[in-house]
């Protein structure tokens, strides 16, 4: 189980090249890799006009929890049909928000299962660090 509480604030590391291919089946779990991979993607493409494609950096936390954002200086304008949330940010937060659109939504299509308990609990690890990331309230508005 991941640790929700800490004393220390959460940190993010930016994973190194020679450890991008067992990244994501670390954290989806080998069975889910691809099909959680391509609903990061597919939720910033829903919810990002101006997202092309591209490369994408991924990070681990320090609570044990992971997120994937394009790898960009440009910022991004995000629009979410169901809150109204309509705004630009980071590429770093967009990626936050896709990730957590799409670990929500892997967690409930497998509800009930060892893997749907494991991809909640990163869902909440990386929920805990947008709390502190720059852009929180903008993270925020776009998933409430």
């Known amino acids: 189980m991941i640790e929700a509480h800490s004393l220390a604030p959460v940190a993010a590391t930016l994973v190194a090249e020679g450890d991008r291919l067992s990244f994501l ?16 993607f597919g939720w910033l493409d829903a919810l990002s006009e101006n997202y092309n494609g591209g490369f994408w950096r991924f990070y681990t936390l320090t609570n ?28 770093d937060a967009a990626g936050i928000v896709a990730t957590l659109f799409a670990v929500g939504q892997l967690a409930a299509e497998v509800h009930g299962t060892d893997a749907g308990d494991i991809l909640a609990d990163h869902y909440h690890a990386l929920r805990n660090f947008a709390k502190t990331h720059p852009e929180a309230g903008l993270i925020f508005r776009a998933i409430d």
């Open 25 to 40: 089946p670390a954290f989806f779990g080998p069975r889910l890799t691809m099909r959680g991979e391509s609903l990061v």
């Open 64 to 91: 044990g929890g992971f997120y994937m954002a394009p790898a960009t200086d440009k910022r991004m304008r995000l629009s979410v049909d169901g809150n109204g949330f309509n705004g630009e940010m980071s590429a």
